[in-house]
């Protein structure tokens, strides 16, 4: 069964300070995977996806992230986070011959001022 | 994209009765799932909401508790039966297409509080 792993259950951070949000998952068949951001009392809405090409992703808000496949890694970053980016950030992985998402535990991110 | 609505934002219910939540897609979909949120959880697939026959539960979910109905490629319900606190979640309905290149979108979440 593939597993996915949210090394940081909580990550506070200054704003315009940097932040890496860390992921890992278990799996020995290609994937797919997924950052999504739950702001407070919304659903999720997808930052960014990895399905193929560049190790490097460019998503919305000014987030990316790299596709590590040696180290089965998806770490998520921002150079310069701001007030409106405290939420939480879960990663999810899928197969790629399945269709089901499995997601992390999540890491909430508080930004300060 | 596919934008998604979902019915009740929320609700607080008595323990033993049932809530049916609707999600509506601005778009014809092949795949809608059913999510259950617990607080300050991830999130749990509860099931696929296939249309024309039967939704396909996973492991620790079943019909009696949690029947699921998807008459069309854009609606789909989940009826949280029978609850009780421990039914108390955020209940997210998620939607995409199938191919290798997919994704899914997710609706606004229904919060459920159980009595």
């Known amino acids: 069964a593939q597993s996915v792993t949210q090394l940081d259950s909580q990550v506070p951070v200054f704003e315009e300070a940097p932040v890496e949000l860390r992921c890992n998952y278990s799996?020995?068949?290609?994937?797919?995977l997924f950052w999504y951001v739950q702001y407070p009392n919304q659903g999720l809405q997808l930052l960014l996806k990895?399905?193929?090409?560049?190790?490097l992703v460019k998503g919305i808000n000014g987030f990316e992230a790299e596709f590590n496949k040696s180290q089965t890694s998806f770490h998520l970053r921002k150079p310069s986070v701001h007030i409106s980016d405290t939420a939480e950030y879960f990663c999810?992985?899928?197969?790629?011959?399945?269709?089901?998402?499995?997601f992390g535990a999540g890491t909430t991110v508080t930004v300060r001022a | 994209s596919a934008v998604i609505s979902q019915k009740p934002s929320r609700d607080i219910c008595q323990r033993g009765t049932s809530l049916t939540i609707q999600c509506q897609v601005d778009?014809?979909?092949?795949?809608m799932f059913w999510y259950r949120q617990q607080p300050g959880q991830s999130l749990t697939l509860i099931a696929t909401?296939?249309?024309?026959?039967?939704?396909?539960?996973e492991s620790g979910f079943v019909i009696d508790k949690f029947p699921i109905s998807r008459p069309n490629l854009t609606f789909s319900t989940l009826t949280v039966s029978n609850m009780s606190p421990e039914d108390s979640s955020i209940y997210l309905c998620?939607?995409?297409?199938?191919?290798?290149?997919?994704?899914?979108?997710f609706g606004p979440g229904t919060r459920l509080t159980v009595l």
């Open positions: 998620s939607a995409g297409t199938s191919g290798s290149y997919n994704e899914q979108f």
């Open positions: 799996s020995s068949v290609s994937v797919y």
């Open positions: 990895y399905l193929s090409g560049s190790t």
């Open positions: 999810a992985v899928r197969y790629a011959n399945d269709y089901k998402l499995s």
């Open positions: 778009s014809q979909v092949t795949m």
């Open positions: 909401a296939n249309q024309g026959s039967e939704a396909t539960y």
